[in-house]
Structures are given as C-alpha cells and as structure tokens.
C-alpha cells in the first residue's frame, strides 16, 4: 500500500504480522516494488530498482531482519527459491573479477555496500550500483537483469569486502527477483 503525506514524502505501509510505515523522500523516477523474502518465503518487505546517471538505485524497505550490519549484491538470476536462495547463483560478475570492493582483482560488478538493519529490525535504505545499466544499453557488463534475470540478496553477516567470493557474509537470508519494469512517479 502506497501512501502519501503532502509533497515531497511517500510512504510505505507493510502489513506482515506487524504494521510499519517507512518514509522517503520523493524520488524522481523509481521502479515497480517488488517482494523482498525471506527463508521462509514470506514477504518482509519491497525492492524497486531504477537506472540514474550514474548506476542502477535500489530501494529497499523491509521489517524482520536481524539486527546488524549485512552484506548485499545483485546476483546473477532472476530466481529466489528459499530457504538457502541457491537458485539466484552467484554475484553478478561479467567482469570475471574477484569479489570486494577491498580486492585488488575485484569487485564483482554486483557488488554493494553493506546495510544496516535497524535495532526493530527495519531496514529503509537506498543504495547503488555504480556505472551499471539495469535493462538493455551498454553498461558495464551488459544489462544486470539480462535473459536470465537478476536478483538482489541480503546475507546474514556483514560483508568484508575483499573474501572471494562473497565477502564471508554468511547465508542468504532475503531475496528480491529484480523486474525489468521502471515507472515515473
Ligand atoms: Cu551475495
């Protein structure tokens, strides 16, 4: 459900057991949400993805995570089959490279910044995947959702930014299939 509170602000209403609103500001272009799961395979929460000048943002609003610092990467298919999300494959890299921002023969181009979920287990937060093109183009790579797709995963532990080959951040606790569709708002 989709809210808004005068101009400027959007919200986001979850309803999962728990009823939370999360608030941002008003992006100027932003991509059809799409469910964020857990192991268990139910819904905490929503991604959208949209292409900037300068990469592909993610959005991400989710309740019922753990508390912490956690890992996140864009992996390479469309695909999130839980409990372990083995089926979204590895960090998208068409690079070859190694994984981590840290690593002199990285990064995978999937690559994010960790993020941080709150104490009440919230995470609102936006990130991006610098220089990338989400459908179509000639990014670095090609597209991130190409015939096979994309999806974006948030592991259980922090990512350290230079372990091949994904950070030691531990198993895949949520998984969004990333769509190819993005709308102006
Ligand atoms: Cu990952």
């Known amino acids: 459900m989709r809210l808004r509170f005068g101009p400027g602000v ?12 999360g608030c941002a500001p008003i992006e100027p272009t932003g991509g059809t949400p799409v469910a964020l799961v857990n192991a268990s395979g139910q819904s905490i929460g929503s991604i959208r993805a949209w292409q900037t000048a300068g990469g592909v943002t993610f959005r991400i609003d989710a309740i019922g995570l753990p508390h912490g610092i956690h890992g996140i990467h864009v992996h390479s298919v469309g695909r999130c089959d839980p409990p372990d999300f083995a089926s979204a494959g590895p960090h998208w890299n068409p690079g070859a490279r190694k994984h981590g921002m840290n690593n002199p023969a990285g990064p995978h181009a999937g690559d994010l910044p960790n993020v941080e979920v709150a104490a009440n287990g919230v995470l609102a937060t936006t990130v991006t995947l610098p220089g ?5 183009g000639v990014g670095v790579g090609g597209a991130v959702i190409d015939a096979d797709g994309a999806a974006l995963v948030i592991h259980g ?8 080959p994904s950070g030691n951040s531990g198993p895949r606790i949520a ?7 993005a ?3």
């Open 132 to 136: 990338a093109t989400l459908v179509g």
């Open 157 to 164: 532990q922090a990512d350290d930014y230079v372990t091949d």
């Open 10 to 21: 959007k919200c986001f209403v979850f309803l999962v057991g728990a009823t939370i609103a």
């Open 175 to 181: 998984c969004a299939v990333l769509q190819p569709v």
């Open 183 to 185: 709308e102006v708002r």
